[in-house]
């Protein structure tokens, strides 16, 4: 009797092992790629919005004031995701801003020539580099010269909410491990009759050899 029962055991995890292995494996890759798919998007969104602004920002250059950054600042919070935006001048100054109080503290830290990112639990922080044309003065007569040289004249600071990816991540997580443990579940009871039919005349022949014997 126990070699019997042993020998279904053996049939059941060598069948129910390797696929619930393998489905756990699946499931862990396919959340991962959908968190970075999320994530992804979520920076896609916020480069894009920066971008615009420091296309605008060069174009506008050098005739800038707190009208033109208080217009294009309010254009880049229409994004449902942006809960604020600051502009900072070449001295680290704040000099314009609009939207919720950030979340970040010191962000002049990572104030640098190249576009960074931050992320807290609920929040992302993107600091773009503002760039405008370099001029100087030939002669009187001739005025302005502009170069194809750029000159770092300050940074865009956008803080974005990051709940609904938080949101959407756990959504996803919660509907994976539901599915796994049904499928674990379905696979488990197609399992053990998949055993009882392999193992059963095994069983049997065994039992005839033994009254033979």
């Keep these: 009797m126990n070699s019997n029962f042993s020998l279904r055991v053996k049939t059941f995890f060598a069948i129910f092992l390797p696929v619930s292995f393998l489905s756990l494996v699946i499931s862990l890759i396919f959340i991962y790629e959908r968190k970075v798919d999320y994530q992804q998007q979520n920076q896609s969104q916020i480069e894009f919005i920066a971008q615009q602004f420091a296309i605008a920002y060069e174009n506008a250059a050098p005739h800038i004031d707190n009208n033109f950054l208080q217009k294009q600042l309010k254009a880049s919070i ?9 502009v900072y001048n070449a001295q680290k100054k ?19 020539n190249q576009a960074e990112q931050k992320f807290s639990q609920y929040s992302a922080l993107s600091i773009t580099p503002l760039l405008s044309l370099k001029t100087s003065l030939e002669s009187e007569g ?8 750029k000159t770092l004249t300050g940074w865009l600071v956008l803080e974005s909410n990051t709940a609904d990816f938080t949101l959407k991540k756990y959504r996803l997580f919660s509907f994976m491990a539901i599915t796994l443990i049904a499928f674990t579940t379905l696979f488990a009871l197609i399992a053990i009759k998949i055993a009882n039919k392999i193992a059963n005349p095994v069983n049997n022949l065994n039992r005839v050899v033994e009254k033979i014997s």
């Design 78 to 86: 229409l994004s449902p995701n942006i809960i604020s935006a600051r």
């Design 94 to 112: 704040l000099v314009n801003e609009i939207g919720n109080k950030s979340t970040f503290t010191d962000p002049e830290t990572l104030f640098t």
């Design 142 to 149: 001739l005025g302005p010269i502009e170069s194809n040289d």
